[in-house]
T-cell receptor, first 115, second 114 residues
Framework: DTEVTQTPKHLVMGMTNKKSLKCEQH?????MYWYKQKAKKPPELMFV???????INESVPSRFSPECPNSSLLNLHLHALQPEDSALYLC??????????????FGPGTRLTVL | GQQVMQIPQYQHVQEGEDFTTYCNSS?????IQWYKQRPGGHPVFLIQ?????EVKKQKRLTFQFGEAKKNSSLHITATQTTDVGTYFC??????????????FGKGTKLSVIP
């Protein structure tokens, strides 16, 4: 299994809603990432998890709350979002061995619209 | 922090013409990766370059890493409609405990006119 899956594919939510995005990989990767991508822009790193521990938080507002329940799963909990948070949210994973090419495998993304 | 500049932002070519996108970094890169994102899709890894002056080929795609490890290029020979998409370069930095942070260039969006 060489893919990263993400659910849901599309999500529309109001500013008072609470929702979660889910990401899963079964490649044994111990590094997992959340990115935000606006239209016609490159992906912007939000969070990095390494061995289920948060290692990087790129100054992301607290209305985004990541969680890594185990080495295969990564969640992004959303609460009180703003319309400008509408974007494609991409999850990625990468092998952690210094002996390997550490390419990042991206999931298909969740297209989020905040009304 | 690390910044990676990429040009051009857009490129429209006739099918069969060549295409090149360039990346420049303000700092020396340990290595660089290239990704392709099709319209409506997600980034897909193409290649990683590590060594100074390295050149790698994948069929019609040629990737180069500059001698000073501050610039890189992707050249596509005789473009096809299947080459359509946005090509991103990404500088890599080690962020500890086995994780790697990518700093993406702004991307070059390639359109191919049949």
């Amino acid at each position: 299994d060489t893919e990263v899956t993400q659910t849901p594919k599309h999500l529309v939510m109001g500013m008072t809603n609470k929702k979660s995005l889910k990401c899963e990989q079964h490649m044994g990767h111990r590094a997992m990432y959340w990115y935000k991508q606006k239209a016609k822009k490159p992906p912007e790193l939000m969070f990095v998890y390494s061995y289920e521990k948060l290692s990087i938080n790129e100054s992301v507002p607290s209305r985004f709350s990541p969680e890594c329940p185990n080495s295969s799963l990564l969640n992004l909990h959303l609460h009180a979002l703003q319309p400008e948070d509408s974007a494609l949210y991409l999850c990625a994973s990468s092998p952690s061995s210094p002996l390997r090419v550490n390419e990042q495998f991206f999931g298909p993304g969740t297209r989020l619209t905040v009304l | 922090g690390q910044q990676v500049m990429q040009i051009p932002q857009y490129q429209h070519v006739q099918e069969g013409e060549d295409f090149t996108t360039y990346c420049n970094s303000s700092t020396t890169l340990s290595n660089i990766q290239w990704y392709k994102q099709r319209p409506g899709g997600h980034p897909v890894f193409l290649i990683q370059l590590v060594k100074s002056g390295e050149v790698k080929k994948q069929k019609r795609l040629t990737f180069q890493f500059g001698e000073a490890k501050k610039n890189s290029s992707l050249h596509i020979t005789a473009t096809q409609t299947t080459d359509v998409g946005t090509y991103f370069c990404a500088g890599i930095s080690y962020s500890g405990a086995g994780s790697y942070q990518l700093t993406f260039g702004k991307g070059t969006k390639l359109s191919v006119i049949p």
